[in-house]
T-cell receptor, first 111, second 118 residues
Framework: GNSVTQMEGPVTLSEEAFLTINCTYT??????LFWYVQYPGEGLQLLLK?????DKGSNKGFEATYRKETTSFHLEKGSVQVSDSAVYFC??????????FGSGTQLTVLP | GAGVSQSPRYKVAKRGQDVALRCDPI?????LFWYQQALGQGPEFLTY????????KSGLPSDRFFAERPEGSVSTLKIQRTQQEDSAVYLC????????????????FGPGTRLTVL
């Protein structure tokens, strides 16, 4: 079946540091890949997505590239802000037509 | 409203009680999903509707869980004879619907209902 493995947290960074959160997946066929973000007290929000190999999703300074050869979709941001503190979830949407999520990575950015 | 709404936001139940959780999807969204999110974990799929048809209920953990969407809009997730292991956040999401717009449809999530079973 489908599965998503993402970097365990928590991750603590200083403001303006570089962020990488690793995500790898196992799926049959050609899934679409997503990063969702959950801010404290709020619901899940779509951050970015990529629907085919080599696509790059980007939003709010975050980027992730769909790498089929390494089955990865790592999230990166060049300079994090305090307001980026949240839980980040990697997910895939596959042939089963449902989202399969990783376990989430808590990010805390200190001023 | 503009987004997916869920009620109640918090529910405390005694073990053995029945509970009903409501989801109001974005108006016009054909597809509706329920997910269960245990503490410190990612959401896990429970069930999926397209209009009023329940197309996939493979994620429902037991026959105590039942979901319906009788008019293809509002959905209710019912849990009978609640157990402590049912304690979790229950998330609802909706999307435009398969075949409408670029696949896959983006799922928009509600704030969730936090269920605590004592």
């Amino acid at each position: 079946g489908n599965s998503v493995t993402q970097m365990e947290g928590p991750v603590t960074l200083s403001e303006e540091a570089f962020l990488t959160i690793n995500c790898t997946y196992t799926a049959t066929g050609y899934p679409s890949l997503f990063w969702y973000v959950q801010y404290p007290g709020e619901g899940l929000q779509l951050l970015l997505k990529a629907t085919k190999a080599d696509d790059k999703g980007s939003n709010k300074g975050f980027e992730a590239t769909y790498r089929k050869e390494t089955t990865s979709f790592h999230l990166e941001k060049g300079s994090v802000q305090v307001s980026d503190s949240a839980v980040y979830f990697c997910a895939l949407f596959g042939s089963a037509r449902q989202l399969t999520f990783g376990s989430g990575t808590q990010l805390t950015v200190l001023p | 409203g503009a987004g997916v709404s869920q009620s109640p936001r918090y529910k405390v139940a005694k073990r053995g009680q029945d509970v009903a959780l409501r989801c109001d999807p974005i108006s016009g969204h054909v597809s509706l999903f329920w997910y269960q999110q245990a503490l410190g974990q990612g959401p896990e799929f429970l069930t999926y509707f397209q209009n009023e048809a329940q197309l996939d209920k493979s994620g429902l953990p037991s026959d105590r869980f039942f979901a319906e969407r009788p008019e293809g809009s509002v959905s209710t997730l019912k849990i009978q004879r609640t157990q402590q292991e049912d304690s979790a956040v229950y998330l609802c999401a909706s999307s435009l619907g398969l075949g409408r717009g670029p696949p896959p449809d983006t799922q928009y999530f509600g704030p969730g209902t936090r269920l605590t079973v004592l």
